[in-house]
């Protein structure tokens, strides 16, 4: 019933930017955990970032002073802003959710949305 689509992601060249968006919807009581993680061409997923709701955001350090995270709580979304983007942050964006339902607490993973960064 719950689902978390990503949008934003697109082609832009080094030190562009970019705002990548994940909204959640369905049968949602509360979103306890929201994360960023993103997987680059024959690589493992990495992480990227969390927000917890009353806490500032937490980053991995290979976008720390770069990537932003914040949140439309009434709209359910999450955002990462990215700026000075290098070719190393070439993935697919992956937003991941802790969200309590009806009848329980689990995590969502969306589809994904591909950032390519050229040189």
């Known amino acids: 019933q719950v689902q978390l689509v990503e949008s934003g992601g697109g082609l832009v060249q080094a030190g562009g930017s970019l705002r990548l968006s994940c909204v959640a919807s369905?049968?949602?009581?509360?979103?306890?955990?929201m994360r960023w993680y993103r997987q680059a061409p024959g690589k493992q997923r990495e992480y990227v970032g969390t927000?917890?709701?009353?806490?500032?955001?937490n980053y991995a350090d290979s976008v720390k002073g770069r990537f932003t995270i914040s949140t439309d709580n009434a709209k359910n979304t999450m955002y990462l802003q990215m700026n000075s983007l290098k070719p190393e942050d070439t993935a697919v964006y992956y937003c991941n959710e802790r969200i309590t339902t009806l009848g329980s607490t689990g995590e969502y993973w969306g589809k994904g949305t591909l950032v390519t960064v050229s040189s």
């Open positions: 369905g049968n949602i009581l509360a979103v306890l955990v």
């Open positions: 927000i917890i709701r009353g806490t500032s955001p």
